[in-house]
C-alpha cells in the first residue's frame, strides 16, 4: 500500500490494521477506552507545535490528531454505529447551522457583533438537544455551566466554570480570600491523610487543585501555561541533577535524597 494524500487511504490504511487475523495484533486488541488517552496526548501535541511556531512538526502532528479520529471512526463502524462519512456530515452540518451569516439567507446581513452571541445560542440549543435525545426527555432549561464543555482538559475547564460562576457574583473578590481556601483545603488533605482514607484523599486533593486554578485565575495567570513552565523548570533542574552526579561518574540511583536535594538547590539559585 502505498501514501496518498487522499483521506480514503488512510480509511483503507486503518481498516486493514483492524481487520482479523491479518492486521495488527496491538490495533486489533484496542478499543474506544484505550485509544482516548492517545487522542488527548496529541491534542496537546499539536498545542505544544503551535506554540513552538515549528510547522513541520504541526503538519506531522495535525496528522497523528486525525488518525485518532479515523480510529474512532473505524471501532465504531465495527459495531454498525456510524462510519467516518457520518463524523464529515455530522460536523459540516454542524458548521451550516452555526453560520447562518454564511450559509442562510434570513440571517445573511448579521453583524459582526451578533456573530458570536449567534454561535453560543445555536450550541447550546445543539447541547440541549443532545441532552434531549441521551434523556428522553423535554429540553431542559439551560443551565448557567451547560456552555462548559466537559471534553476540556480539567484545568482548563475548572477556569471555566469558576468564571461563568463570577458572572453571577459567585466568586470571591480578593486573591488572598483564595489563598485562605487553599490553606483550608491543604488542611484537610492532612486529617485525610491522619485518617488514611484514600477516596477522601483523592477528593480533598481535587478540591485543593480547583482552589488553586483559582487562585490562578484571580491574579491573571493561565493555570495550564502555569503548569507548564513549572514543568519546564522541574526538567531544567533534575537534569542539572542528572549533569552533575554522571560528572562524578554517578547515577540519580547511586545518589541519596540529600545529594540530589543539595544540586537541585544549586540550579534553583543559579537561576
Known sequence: ??????????IEIMAQLRTPVTGCLWDLLQNFQTIAPYTIEEAYEVADAIARNDFDDLRDELGDLLLQVVYHARMAEEQNAFG?????????RKMIRRHPH???DKDGNIAPAGVKSAWERIK????AERAARRSGEAIPPSSLLSNVKTGQPALTRAMELQRKASTVGFDWNDPRAVLHKIREEADEIEAALDQGDSE???AETGDLMF??????RHIGADPEMALRSANAKFERRFGHIERALTSQGRTPEAASLEEMDALWNEAKAAE
Open 102 to 104: 454564511v450559509f442562510a
Open 200 to 202: 477522601e484523599l483523592a
Open 84 to 92: 467516518f462519512g457520518d463524523v464529515v456530515e455530522a460536523i459540516c
Open 211 to 216: 482552589a488553586l486554578v483559582n487562585l490562578a
Open 124 to 127: 447550546a440549543e445543539e447541547k
Open 1 to 10: 500500500m502505498t501514501p496518498s494524500r487522499d483521506i480514503s487511504r488512510l
